[in-house]
């Protein structure tokens, strides 16, 4: 990987001028086929199901930033939960979010720039962008946008999933974006309890196939320019109701500049058989 480039402020401000005005004209462009309508009843047949936790302890992370982060999130889940997506329309989670802002109740939560821990309102949302990826993933319908940071901050810790397999988001430009390309309607459930930020993929009728996602190719390297990178690749396989396989699908390939020293140092021994 190249080294990261360190940009002016003034050439910043006009990237995001010009992508923002480059996604209003696209959801201009699309607005017939976002998915809109949201029901209170659920739909009757659960796809997939997952949790996250909603506070974790991170270095050198403000926990007022972590607490901010879940009225963030439950501000978000109020524009999204129930949604139903019907055949051949798209789910788009910032058209459905809107632009966060204290005037909405948003509060400064923390968000990452460049590989570097900083606070923004509305930061945090990144959690839910993540647990819909990881949804979708089990279900049939087809991601068709979504980004990933392209620094890996923190190491792992408590890592239940691949690396790199979530999708993160800001807002207007990094989007998540789903499309229901099945002859059936999804609907997508959100909510927060006292521990977890909760989510479902919900359908009318049951689900055809079983999904798993295994990580390959995992490595850390070396970079030539003295920093260390994080390399993987993303596959999901599909088996029926019964176990059996039926077939393997390329999800993705994933980058990442490393903000931490990724190989721990030997132990010292005393020769006497022990590490101290």
Not at 90 to 101: H, Q, R
Not at 264 to 274: K, N, Q, R, T, V
């Amino acid at each position: 990987m190249q080294k990261p480039k360190k940009r002016s402020r003034l050439r910043a401000k006009l990237g995001m001028v010009y992508y923002t005005y480059l996604r209003k004209l696209k959801w201009l462009t699309m607005r017939s086929s976002f998915a809109t309508k949201r029901q209170n009843e659920s739909l009757p047949y659960l796809q997939f199901a997952h949790r996250t936790i909603l506070l974790r302890k991170l270095k050198d992370v403000d926990m007022v930033l972590q607490y901010n982060k879940i009225t963030n999130l439950r501000l978000a889940a109020e524009k999204i939960d129930g949604v139903v997506i019907y055949p051949g329309e798209i789910f788009s989670f910032w058209y459905l979010v809107g632009k966060t802002s204290a005037k909405k109740g948003y509060k400064e939560g923390m968000v990452l720039k460049s590989g570097k821990v900083d606070k923004g309102i509305g930061g945090g949302l990144c959690q839910m962008t993540n647990l819909i990826y990881w949804l979708t993933l089990h279900t049939p319908l087809t991601v068709i946008e979504r980004h990933r940071h392209g620094f890996d901050v923190f190491p792992d810790s408590g890592r239940t999933q691949p690396f790199a397999s979530g999708a993160t988001c800001y807002y207007p430009h990094l989007d998540l974006m789903i499309r229901n390309d099945t002859n059936r309607p999804f609907q997508l459930r959100l909510w927060l309890d006292e521990e977890c930020l909760n989510g479902t993929w919900l359908s009318d009728a049951e689900p055809l196939h079983r999904y798993e996602i295994h990580e390959r190719n995992h490595e850390m390297r070396n970079e030539f320019w003295g920093g260390y990178s994080r390399h993987n690749e993303l596959y999901r396989q599909v088996f029926d109701l019964e176990g059996r396989f039926l077939k393997e699908e390329f999800i993705t390939a994933n980058s990442a500049i490393m903000m931490y020293a990724p190989f721990l140092a030997a132990p010292e021994s005393d020769h006497s058989g022990y590490d101290k």
